[in-house]
C-alpha cells in the first residue's frame, strides 16, 4: 500500500496540461488506439489494405481529373507522385480531424462513468490516422521506386517535421472541435464539410504559385497544414517554400494547438455532465 | 491516524433547462442572447453542503432514495464531474466501478476487453497479465475467450466484467449498484467477493437498495436525502432510520411502475387511504380499493406480498385457487379484502403486483408500500425492534395437560 499519495479533488481551476497524470495514463493512448485500429478493420475482408487503397483510389481520381484533364502544373514530379504525397500527409489531418472531433461523443458512455485525463481521446484516435498513414507510406515508397523518383537526403529530417506539424494542426482543431461537438452538437454536421474546404485551401492537390495574387497566397499560407504539405514535399521537389508562408503556416500552427488545447481542458471537467 | 477520505463540503449545481431536450443548440445559444428575457433554466443542488470523513479499512454504505444526490457524490469522488463547492483530500488511489464492464466493445473478444476494461479502471497492463488467469476463472467463459463479445448472452458479458472490476486492488473502492443486475447466484458471488473485499483491509464505499447486502458488507452507513447528509453512523441505524424515513411521505400510486400498455392503475387505496403507509392497530384485515383501466381483454389478477426485512411472510393471490374473473377493456372499481394472518408487531412491506397471470406483470409496486403492524395484545413483551426473536407470524396452539402422579 502506498501511503504518501495525497490528492484534493476541487471545483475547476484553470490549467494547461498536465503531464504527470497524462504520462501516469499513458498505457491508455495505447489500449485506445489498439481498440480503434482493431475495431475499423474487423469484419473487413480486405483489412488494413483499406489504408492503402482510399488514398490510392484518390490519387487515381485526382491524376485522372486535375493531372490529364486540367493539366495543373506539379513543380517537376510526375502528377502521380505530387498528388499522392500530398494526399497521403493530408490524410493524417482530414481523418485524424474527423476522428478526433467526434472522438468524445463517440466515447461518451466511458466518459461518463470513468475519470482519465479526456485528452488521451482525442490524441488517441488521430495516431489511428497515424497508422493509416504509415500503412500507405509504404505503398507512397513503392510509387517513389516505380517512378525513380530522386530523393534527397533531407528526407530524414523533413518528413518527421511534417508529420509533427500534420499532428499538431490535427490536434489543436481536433481537441477544439471535440469540445465544442460535445455541448453543440452542431459541429458533428460542420466537420465533414470544413474539411472539404480546408482540402481546396491547402495547396494538397495544386503549387501555392498557381494563384495570380500574392495576398491569396498569403492567405493560403494561414492553413495550419501548409507546412506540413510543403516539408512532405520538400526532399521531393527540392525547391525551398516562400519562407514568409512557412512562418505563417507555423504561426497558424502553433495558435491553432493553443486555442484547443486549452479550450478542451477548460470545458473537460463537465463532458460528463453535458455528454 | 488521519482519515482516508475528507469530504468537505460538497455542493453540487446542475443547470436544468426547461426548454432543450437535452443538449445544447448552437441556435438556441446564439437566439437567446439576443433575447432580453431571461433563459428558462432552474437551478438544481444534487448535493447540498455534505461532509464526512472516512478512515482507511472501513466499509461505507451510502443509502438514499432515487434522487437524492448517491450517484452524484460518487461521481465526484470519482473525479468524473467536479464539485460546484467544496473539497476532497484523498489519500488513497480511488478506483471506482460505477457500471460493470465499463468500455467493453462489441466487436472485441472476451481477451480483448479485458485488456481494455482493466486498463480503463486503471490497472497497467502488467498488471492484468498476472492476474488474467484468475480473472478468466473466475469469470468462468475461457471456453470463449477468443469470440467476439457481441456472441456473449448478457449474463456472460456480466460475469465477464465483474471479474475483471474484482481484482482491482485500489486503496479505496466505490461501488455504484452494480449488483443490480445478474442471476442470483452470481450475486452471491460477487457479494462474496466483496465481503473479502472489505475483510483485507481496503475501504469501500457502496450505494445499493439492497438493505441486505448492505447490511452484510458496510460497518458504517450516510443517509442522504434531497441533496443532502441527514444521518450517519452504524450501518443498522441508518438503515433503520432509512425505511422509517420513508413511511407515510408518498401515495401508493407515485409508487407504482407501470410496464407495457396492457393496462393503466389510475389509483390505489388500503384502507380507505391513498397514502404509502399503512398502520393497523388491532384489525388484521386490509382493505384495497384499486381503480384501473384495462385496456385490452384482460384475465386480471392483483397479487400482495407481505415482506419482511426482504424475507416474503405471507401473499394473496387469488388465481392460485383458480378463481379468475375476465375483465372488458373498460374501468373498473375493484375492492378487496384480504386477511393477514396473526403478526407480530412491527414493520412490514407490501408489494403490490397488477397481473394477469403467465401473460403480463403490468404494473407493480415494490418495497415503497409500509405496513406497520401493531399487534396490541402482545405488544408488551413482543414489540422488540432491536431483535426479532420470534419471527414474523404468531402461531395458534393448544395445550393440554393430565396429571399423573405424584413427584
Keep these: 500500500m502506498q501511503k504518501d499519495i495525497e490528492y484534493v479533488i476541487e471545483p475547476t481551476e484553470k490549467k494547461f496540461l498536465n503531464f504527470a497524470v497524462l504520462w501516469q495514463y499513458r498505457e491508455l493512448f495505447y489500449f485506445f488506439t489498439w481498440r480503434d485500429i482493431k475495431i475499423k478493420y474487423k469484419q473487413t475482408a480486405l483489412g488494413f489494405l483499406w489504408a492503402i487503397l482510399q488514398p490510392l483510389l484518390m490519387m487515381t481520381i485526382f491524376t485522372l481529373f486535375f493531372g490529364r484533364a486540367l493539366n495543373i502544373p506539379s513543380q517537376n514530379l510526375p502528377y502521380p507522385v505530387y498528388v499522392f504525397s500530398g494526399l497521403l500527409i493530408w490524410n493524417i489531418f482530414s481523418t485524424g480531424l474527423n476522428n478526433a472531433a467526434n472522438s468524445m461523443v463517440n466515447n461518451a458512455s466511458i466518459i461518463k462513468k470513468i475519470y482519465f485525463p479526456r485528452l488521451i481521446v482525442p490524441v488517441s484516435s488521430i495516431l489511428v490516422a497515424l497508422f493509416d498513414f504509415l500503412m500507405a507510406l ?15 537526403w533531407t528526407i530524414f529530417f523533413y518528413w518527421p517535421m511534417a508529420i509533427l506539424f500534420s499532428i499538431i494542426a490535427t490536434l489543436g482543431l481536433g481537441s477544439w472541435l471535440a469540445a465544442l461537438n460535445v455541448k453543440y452538437r452542431d459541429f458533428r454536421y460542420v466537420i465533414p464539410f470544413l474539411i472539404q474546404v480546408l482540402f481546396f485551401l491547402t495547396p494538397v492537390i495544386y503549387p501555392i504559385s498557381l494563384l ?13 497544414m501548409y507546412i506540413a504539405v510543403e516539408f512532405f514535399r520538400l526532399p521531393l521537389t527540392g525547391t525551398l517554400p516562400n519562407m514568409d508562408f512557412v512562418w505563417i503556416s507555423l504561426a497558424s500552427n502553433v495558435i491553432f494547438l493553443l486555442i484547443g488545447v486549452i479550450y478542451f481542458r477548460r470545458t473537460e471537467d463537465f463532458f460528463a455532465d453535458f455528454a | 491516524m488521519k482519515p482516508i477520505l475528507e469530504i468537505q463540503n460538497i455542493s453540487k449545481k446542475f443547470r436544468i433547462s426547461h426548454q432543450t431536450g437535452g443538449y445544447l443548440s448552437l441556435r438556441e445559444r446564439m437566439v437567446n442572447a439576443l ?6 433554466t432552474e437551478d438544481f443542488w444534487a448535493l447540498k453542503d455534505v461532509s464526512f470523513e472516512v478512515q482507511a479499512g472501513e466499509s461505507i454504505g451510502i443509502i438514499g432514495r432515487n434522487g437524492a444526490g448517491k450517484s452524484t457524490l460518487l461521481k465526484i469522488l470519482s473525479k468524473i464531474t467536479p464539485p460546484t463547492q467544496g473539497k476532497i483530500i484523498s489519500r488513497g488511489r480511488i478506483a471506482s466501478l460505477l457500471e460493470v464492464g465499463t468500455g467493453f466493445h462489441p466487436e472485441l473478444t472476451g481477451r480483448e476487453n479485458i485488456f481494455l476494461n482493466g486498463s480503463l479502471l486503471g490497472m497497467k497492463r502488467k498488471e492484468i497479465e498476472s492476474k488474467f488467469d484468475e480473472i478468466v476463472d473466475f469469470s468462468g467463459v475461457e471456453k470463449f475467450l477468443d469470440t467476439p463479445l457481441k456472441h456473449y448472452s448478457s449474463g456472460m458479458q456480466l460475469r465477464l466484467a465483474f471479474a475483471v472490476a474484482a481484482f482491482l486492488e485500489p486503496e479505496i473502492l466505490i461501488i455504484d449498484e452494480v449488483l443490480a443486475v445478474g442471476d442470483a447466484e452470481f450475486q452471491k458471488k460477487c457479494l462474496g467477493k466483496m465481503e473479502d473485499v ?11 437498495h439492497n438493505l441486505p447486502s448492505l447490511k452484510a458488507i458496510c460497518t ?16 443498522e441505524n441508518v438503515i433503520n432510520a432509512y425505511t422509517y424515513d420513508r413511511t407515510g411521505y408518498y401515495k401508493i400510486l407515485d409508487s407504482i411502475k407501470h410496464s407495457g400498455t396492457h393496462g393503466k392503475v389510475n389509483n390505489v387505496k388500503i384502507n380507505g387511504s391513498d397514502q404509502s403507509h399503512v398502520l393497523l392497530l388491532e384489525s388484521k384485515s386490509i382493505h384495497l380499493d384499486v381503480d384501473i383501466t384495462f385496456n385490452r381483454k384482460t384475465a386480471f389478477e392483483l397479487q400482495v406480498h407481505v415482506k419482511k426485512d426482504d424475507v416474503l411472510v405471507c401473499s394473496f393471490a387469488r388465481f392460485v385457487t383458480g378463481s379468475t374473473q375476465i375483465f372488458e377493456p373498460m374501468r373498473y372499481n375493484l375492492e378487496y379484502d384480504i386477511e393477514l394472518p396473526d403478526l407480530r408487531s412491527g414493520r412490514y412491506k407490501l408489494d403490490i403486483f397488477f397481473t394477469e397471470p403467465f401473460v403480463a406483470l403490468f404494473a407493480r409496486s ?11 395484545g402482545h405488544h408488551v ?3 422488540t425492534p432491536a431483535y426479532n426473536w420470534w419471527g414474523s407470524v404468531l402461531l395458534e396452539g393448544k395445550m393440554k395437560y393430565n396429571l399423573i402422579g405424584e413427584s
Excluded: C, H, M
Excluded at chain 2, 433575447?35 to 428558462?40: A, G, I, L, P, Q
Excluded at chain 2, 415494490?366 to 396490541?376: G, K, Y
Design chain 2, 366 to 376: 415494490e418495497n415503497d408500500v409500509q405496513l406497520e403492524f401493531v399487534n396490541e
Design chain 1, 212 to 224: 495570380k495574387y500574392p495576398l491569396l497566397q498569403y492567405a493560403l499560407a494561414t492553413s495550419p
Design chain 2, 198 to 208: 472489505s475483510k483485507s483491509g481496503r475501504t469501500i464505499l457502496f450505494v445499493s
Design chain 2, 220 to 235: 458504517k452507513g450516510f443517509l442522504l436525502d434531497k441533496g443532502i447528509l441527514v444521518k450517519q453512523g452504524e450501518i
Design chain 2, 35 to 40: 433575447k432580453f428575457e431571461k433563459n428558462s
Design chain 1, 138 to 152: 509504404i505503398l507512397f515508397i513503392g510509387i517513389l521506386i516505380f517512378y525513380q523518383q530522386p530523393v534527397s
Design chain 2, 381 to 383: 413483551f413482543l414489540n
